[in-house]
């Protein structure tokens, strides 16, 4: 059975003397004025708009007024 100490020196063995690559810095990408991106309304939206998210919306909150009213039912 090995100690502790042994232990230690087996982990700290598996530990590289030198790490990896660096990493390169990050930069942004490259835009001009002269060659602007040029998207619709439709393509630059990040979500739908519509009745789903009116849906989820009314549902979430009738949830949370459930939720709410029995808390308080319980609370007393």
């Known amino acids: 059975m090995q100690s ?3 232990d230690v020196k087996t ?4 530990i ?3 790490g ?3 990493i390169p ?3 942004a990408d490259v835009h001009s004025d002269a060659d602007p991106a040029v998207e619709t309304p439709v393509e630059a939206r990040q ?3 519509g009745r789903p998210v009116l849906i989820v919306l009314v549902a979430g909150l ?4 459930v939720g709410w ?3 308080e039912m319980w609370a007393y």
């Open 20 to 22: 990896g690559e660096p």
């Open 4 to 6: 502790v100490q042994d």
């Open 16 to 18: 590289p003397e030198k």
């Open 25 to 27: 810095p990050m930069r």
């Open 11 to 14: 982990r700290e063995a598996r």
């Open 62 to 65: 009738a949830l949370a007024i």
């Open 47 to 49: 979500g739908f708009l």
């Open 69 to 71: 009213g029995i808390a």
